[in-house]
């Protein structure tokens, strides 16, 4: 059975298909620059080179059009017919409330992700697209819904409400959602199956630090405290978001700077974090070549990060009753997964704790592998994410 993944974002389109039997990767690829000039198709079938096509396209309907005449293109192609697509699965940011589970996607389901695009602005809109593209070029297919912030949903109230009125729960649902949801449910099911629990049983801490970055407490395989907020700006500071800060610097910034609450808004989200540190980049591989330059802001970039991952999985130990509990620390994205260095350095933050890596097994990169020591109190785990696979599973297991 072959499966379709897609994601699309406002103005791109990652997708994958992948074969059920073995869960086989048969083609992958990137749309870029939907609806602006320059649009541009990235598709490798596995096992032939890659081919790029630069074509005008005006939607998420031209680029969804173009992506299948690649899948089934004589030369570069990978299946031979559109009808060797037994199902797609859509990645969609924003599920609110209303979903705690993956679901088959009918009228009703696209209402309500578009009830819930006042929480996700930027990216509830093109998921729709993408679902409603799929329907004309693939009509008849079943389409399958996997919200990053579903696996969110069993976290208990005392972690989702915030200090704020009431009312604004009830009236507005403003709570703690938590996103990458599907990336830890991944990392969680893969961390069981290496430690040989079962995944109802199993309790992690599981960080997902990359561009966006998000630590959760896992218990018995349910998701019970996350870093991630009402949006995926809270909790640790990341590529270009702020993370937690007394929100009181929004009204100041306005007052000194003169700015308008959208303006606050695009440097809270664009222009902080890492970047708004040190100045430099985004990106943790320019900051570590920056600060062994001797660059102090980029030093100072990596240590408050590394700091507040260090803080967030400390104070989730605290949801265990003891340190015995806890199964396992996992690292995973681009960062978690690769970082040697940011993974020693927040381990080594842990010593409180008896957490202790192995340099040697951390000397890792993309590759699952126990990192800590034999006497470390709880396991370090580096865990290479698949939010695909994740997605064509939930997808297959819906269509069943
Ligand atoms: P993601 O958002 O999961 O794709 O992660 C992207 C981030 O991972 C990039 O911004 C990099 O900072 C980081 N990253 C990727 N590879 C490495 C590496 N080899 N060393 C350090 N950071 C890396």
């Known amino acids: 059975m072959k ?15 992948i074969d059920m039997e073995g869960e086989k990767l048969l083609a992958k690829g990137l749309v870029e620059r939907i609806g602006i000039d320059g649009s541009v198709i990235s598709h490798t079938t596995t096992g032939k080179d890659k081919k790029v096509i630069k074509k005008e396209l005006k939607d998420h309907n031209d680029a969804l059009e173009i992506v ?42 696209v209402a309500a992700i578009e009830e819930n695009i006042d929480l996700a602005p ?21 389409q399958v819904a996997v919200f990053d912030t579903a696996f969110h949903q069993t976290m208990p109230a005392k972690n989702y409400i915030y200090a704020i009125p009431y009312e604004n ?7 703690r ?44 395989g349910k998701s019970y405290d996350t870093t991630m907020g009402l949006t995926p700006l809270e909790g640790l500071p990341m590529g270009t978001r702020t993370g937690n800060m007394d929100p009181a610097i929004i009204k100041f910034l306005m007052d000194k700077n003169n700015l308008s609450i959208e303006e606050v ?20 591989r320019d900051l570590e070549d920056a600060a062994k330059e001797g660059n102090e802001r980029a030093k100072l970039a990596l240590e408050i990060f590394e700091n507040s991952a260090r803080k967030f999985i400390g104070s989730f130990v605290t949801e ?51 990192v800590s020591t034999k006497d470390s109190s ?11 696979l994740m997605i064509a599973r939930d997808t297959l297991s819906l269509i069943k």
């Open 122 to 142: 930027l990216h509830n809109p093109p998921n729709i697209m993408g679902i409603e593209a799929c329907e004309k070029l693939l009509p008849g297919v079943k």
């Open 177 to 220: 959602y938590g996103f990458h949801g599907t990336s830890h449910k991944y990392v969680t099911q893969r961390a069981a199956d290496m430690l040989g629990k079962d995944v109802d049983k199993v309790n992690l801490i599981t960080c997902h630090l990359g561009n966006g970055s998000s630590i959760t407490a896992v218990k018995e």
């Open 68 to 109: 299948m005449s690649s899948l089934v293109d004589k030369e570069y192609g990978a299946i031979d017919s559109l009808d060797q697509i037994s199902a797609v699965g859509h990645r969609v940011v924003h599920g609110g409330e209303n979903f705690a589970q993956s679901v088959v996607i009918d009228d009703e389901v």
């Open 320 to 370: 265990f009753d003891s340190i015995d509990e806890i199964d396992g620390i996992v690292f995973t994205a681009g960062l978690g997964e690769n970082g040697i260095a940011t993974r020693k350095n927040i381990v080594d933050g842990l010593k409180a704790l008896g957490v202790k890596i192995d340099e040697g097994a951390n000397d890792i990169r993309g590759k699952e592998r126990i």
């Open 265 to 284: 808004d695009n440097i809270i989200n664009k222009k902080s974090g890492v970047l708004g540190i040190s100045g430099v980049s985004s990106d943790f």
């Open 3 to 17: 499966i379709l993944v897609i994601n699309c974002g406002s103005s791109s389109l990652k997708y994958q298909l």
């Open 169 to 175: 729960y009830e009236e507005h649902k403003v709570r």
């Open 378 to 388: 709880i396991n370090v785990l580096v865990i290479p994410t698949n939010e695909e």
